[in-house]
Nanobody
Framework: QVQLGESGGGLVQAGGSLRLSCAAS????????MGWFRQAPGKAREFVAA????????VYGDSVKGRFTISRDNAMNTVYLQMSSLKPEDTAVYYC????????????????WGQGTQVTVSS
């Protein structure tokens, strides 16, 4: 099993920045990639970004490309999401997830999930 815990959410004004963290524990050796997803009220879960755990390859959702950066610290078993130029439409609960076999955009492939952290961007 892998346990994930997000932190760093909060309230920020439009145009501002925020950094989310996701700490992994447990059988972290089984992780192939980690991703960030978000879900706003009444909307489907949306892919934000993902990163390969060993090679560091990254992939981003179209709505955040150029504004968000995903990175990892293997020694700390932590993944980060640096969010810049935030917009009110970025408001959502952000979830961290881990996949044991691929680097994917589809949330259905991720086996482990954190509890989520709220990000609110005011206009």
């Amino acid at each position: 099993q892998v346990q994930l815990g997000e932190s760093g959410g909060g309230l920020v004004q439009a145009g501002g920045s925020l950094r989310l963290s996701c700490a992994a524990s447990g059988r972290t050796f089984s992780i192939y990639s980690m991703g960030w997803f978000r879900q706003a009220p009444g909307k489907a879960r949306e892919f934000v970004a993902a990163i390969g755990w060993s090679g560091g390859a990254t992939v981003y959702g179209d709505s955040v490309k150029g504004r968000f950066t995903i990175s990892r610290d293997n020694a700390m078993n932590t993944v980060y999401l640096q969010m810049s130029s935030l917009k009110p439409e970025d408001t959502a609960v952000y979830y961290c997830a881990a996949d044991r076999s691929r680097l994917a955009r589809a949330h259905t492939t991720y086996e482990y999930w954190g509890q989520g952290t709220q990000v609110t961007v005011s206009s």
